[in-house]
C-alpha cells in the first residue's frame, strides 16, 4: 500500500474543502480512530480505490463539525 505525503497549494486547499465527498475521496478527520482508519483504507482496496485525505474535519452546512 502506499501513502504519499505532499505540500498544497491554497488553490488545492480550496478545492479539497469544497469537494462532496464520494466513492472516490473521503475527508477524515485527525482524531480518527485506528480501526475506523483501517475500515475506510479496506473500503477503497476492496472498490475502485481513491483518495483519503487526513486531518480535515468534516463540517454541516451550518459550519458544524460532523463526527
Given amino acids: 500500500m502506499n501513502f504519499k505525503s505532499v505540500i498544497i497549494s491554497e488553490k ?19 482524531r480518527i480512530s485506528p480501526s475506523k ?6 473500503s477503497f482496496a476492496n472498490t475502485s480505490g481513491g483518495e483519503i485525505y ?5 463540517v454541516d452546512k451550518d459550519n458544524n463539525v460532523r463526527s
Fill in 12 to 30: 488545492q486547499i480550496e478545492k479539497i474543502l469544497n469537494m462532496a465527498e464520494d466513492h472516490f475521496n473521503d475527508l477524515k478527520g485527525k
Fill in 37 to 42: 482508519l483501517s475500515e475506510c483504507i479496506s
Fill in 54 to 58: 487526513l486531518g480535515i474535519e468534516e
